[in-house]
C-alpha cells in the first residue's frame, strides 16, 4: 500500500515543499489549504512530476465543523493516513504587546492552536485504528525564545511545541509517533501575511543574510519520517546559519 500524508497549508511555502518533497519519496498526499486554486495547481504538477496520487481538502482550519465533515467524509482508501503534518500557520502583525491588534491575536489563536488541534482530534481516531502514525508539528523557534513584538505568535508557537510533548507522552502507546520541527527564518509568504500584503516591508525580513528555504525545512520533515520504527525525533530545531537566536540575525552591509 503506498502510504499517504495529510498536509495542511499546502497552497504555498514550507506546506507546498513538504508536498513536493514527499510526493518525490512515493506519498500519496492529501493537501489542504483554503486557497483551493493554489492546491489544484500542485495536484496538478506533482501527478506531472511524480504521478502523485492526491486529494484535495480545502478548509479553513480554524472552522471546526469544516474540518470534522471534510476527515469525516474522506473516501475509505483514504482513511488510511501514515503522516500527518501540521503546518498551517501565520504570524498577524508585529507589534508590541500594548498596541496589539485583537483582531490578528484571534486568528494566531485559532489557526495555530486551535486549528492544529481540530485537524489532530479528527485524524487520531484513523491512526489509532490503523495502530501506527506519524504526527510532525511545525513549530517556530518563536516557540523556543520569545523575540520583541512577537508576543502572541511567540505563545502560540509555545503552545505547539508543548502541544508536541503532551502528544508525544499520550500516543507512545499506539504506537504513534510525535515529532515538532522549529524553524528560523525562512522566506516563504509568512512575511507578507504577517504585513498584511506589504510586499517591500516583508522582502527586507530577509536582507544581508541567506535565510532558509522552505525545502531545507521539507528535507528536515524527511529525515524525520525517514527514521527506523524505533527510532523517534522529538524535537528538531533548524535555523538559518546567520540566525543563532530568534532576536539575533547577523546581517552583511
Ligand atoms: P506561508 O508561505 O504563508 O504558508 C502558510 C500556509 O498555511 C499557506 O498554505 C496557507 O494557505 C496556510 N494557512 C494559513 N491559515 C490557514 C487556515 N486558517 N486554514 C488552512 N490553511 C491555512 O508560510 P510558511 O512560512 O510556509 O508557514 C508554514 C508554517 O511554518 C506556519 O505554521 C509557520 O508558523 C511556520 N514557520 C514559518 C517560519 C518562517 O520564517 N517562514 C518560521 C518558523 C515557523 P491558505 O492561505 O491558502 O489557506
Known amino acids: ?51 502523485t496520487e492526491c486529494l484535495l481538502l480545502p478548509f479553513d482550519v480554524r472552522d471546526r465543523k469544516a474540518v470534522e465533515v471534510a476527515i469525516e467524509s474522506l473516501p475509505d482508501d483514504w482513511k488510511k493516513i501514515d503522516v500527518l503534518v501540521n503546518n498551517a500557520g501565520l504570524a498577524m502583525g508585529l507589534s508590541s504587546i500594548e498596541e496589539g491588534n485583537v483582531d490578528d491575536w484571534e486568528v494566531m489563536i485559532d489557526t495555530n492552536i486551535k486549528g492544529l488541534l481540530y485537524v489532530t482530534r479528527n485524524v487520531l481516531p484513523l491512526m489509532i485504528a490503523a495502530g501506527k502514525g506519524h504526527i510532525v508539528n511545525i513549530g517556530s523557534i518563536a516557540g523556543k525564545e520569545s523575540y520583541a513584538n512577537g508576543n502572541v505568535y511567540c505563545s502560540t508557537k509555545t503552545a505547539v511545541d508543548a502541544l508536541n510533548r ?30 498584511k500584503g506589504d510586499e517591500d516591508r516583508a522582502s527586507k525580513v530577509y536582507l544581508g543574510f541567506e535565510n532558509l528555504v522552505a525545502s531545507d525545512v521539507a528535507e528536515a520533515v524527511w529525515f524525520i519520517l525517514s527514521r527506523p520504527t524505533h527510532v523517534n525525533i522529538n524535537d528538531l530545531i533548524i535555523m538559518p546559519t546567520a540566525q543563532p537566536m530568534a532576536g539575533v540575525i547577523h546581517r552583511k552591509g
Open 1 to 51: 500500500m503506498i502510504p499517504a500524508a495529510f498536509i495542511t497549508g499546502t497552497s504555498a511555502g514550507i506546506g507546498r515543499a513538504i508536498a513536493e518533497n514527499l510526493a518525490a519519496q512515493g506519498y500519496r498526499l492529501i493537501l489542504n489549504a483554503r486557497r483551493t486554486d493554489k492546491i489544484e495547481a500542485l495536484a496538478t504538477s506533482l501527478k506531472e512530476n511524480h504521478g
Open 166 to 195: 503532551s502528544m508525544r507522552i499520550d500516543l507512545a502507546k499506539y504506537p504513534i509517533k510525535v515529532s515538532a520541527i522549529h524553524p528560523g527564518a525562512v522566506e516563504t509568504e509568512f512575511s507578507i501575511v504577517r504585513f
